[in-house]
């Protein structure tokens, strides 16, 4: 096992596209979360799923971001009508339970 | 909602030891996490406590959590250029299912 998937590393788009973040998490983890890391700052929670239902979503996660996890395995993130506040690192994470949940290397997103 | 606060920054010369403080707000947490993140990556797991630990050592380091106070401490020992990097705590949240991350304390590592 690789440990948590991310694809891709580096997104630039222009202001107003769409963009969408892939996440594979580790095998046998059900808990898959979604944060969202801007410079200088510690990750902040965006959305959790349990298996394939998303269970919590942070009041940060405007209607223009929705997350998806349709076989409880690999989650996506999209973003719809990019703004340059969205330019973040974004990074998932799954555990099997509440306990040591793993990183991925996160996706790293430039609006321009 | 949990706040944690830590401190930005930390100088240790090479061979000394290193503790990296931090406090929370949300005392039902059941797992108090520390995190490493090198530049431009994600984040490693380095250790973890139990919210009924008072201690946890794992080789180089140590975590003491003073669960009245709701203060948690990472020690590394015989710190080494390669420990530079941003330290994260994070409680875990059972309300939420979340983890909450203070802001991280930037450890340099002088030669």
């Known amino acids: 096992d690789t440990g948590v998937s991310q694809d891709p590393r580096h997104k630039i788009t222009k202001r107003g596209q769409n963009v969408t973040f892939r996440c594979d998490p580790i095998?046998?983890?059900?808990?898959l979360y979604w944060y969202r890391q801007t410079l200088g700052q510690g990750p902040e929670f965006l959305t959790y799923?349990?298996?394939?239902?998303?269970?919590?979503k942070s009041r940060l996660l405007s209607d223009r971001f929705s997350a998806e996890r349709p076989k409880g395995s690999f989650s996506t993130l999209e973003i719809q009508r990019t703004e340059q506040g969205d330019s973040a690192m974004y990074l998932c994470?799954?555990?099997?339970?509440?306990?040591?949940?793993?990183f991925g290397q996160g996706t790293r997103l430039t609006v321009v | 909602g949990e706040d944690v606060e830590q401190s930005l920054f930390l100088s240790v010369r090479e061979g000394d030891s290193s503790v990296i403080n931090c406090t929370y707000t949300?005392?039902?947490?059941?797992?108090l996490y520390w995190y490493k993140q090198e530049p431009g990556a994600g984040l490693q797991l380095l250790t973890y406590?139990?919210?009924?630990?008072d201690m946890k050592q794992d080789q180089r380091l140590t975590v003491l959590l003073n669960k009245k106070d709701k203060h948690l401490s990472l020690r590394i020992a015989d710190t080494q250029t390669g420990d530079s990097a941003i330290y994260f705590c994070a409680p875990f949240r059972d309300a939420g299912n979340m983890l909450t991350f203070g802001g991280g304390t930037r450890l340099m590592v002088k030669p």
């Open positions: 799923f349990q298996n394939e239902a998303q269970l919590e």
């Open positions: 095998s046998e983890h059900n808990r």
């Open positions: 949300d005392s039902s947490s059941t797992y």
């Open positions: 406590i139990f919210s009924n630990m």
């Open positions: 994470a799954s555990s099997s339970r509440g306990e040591r949940a793993f």
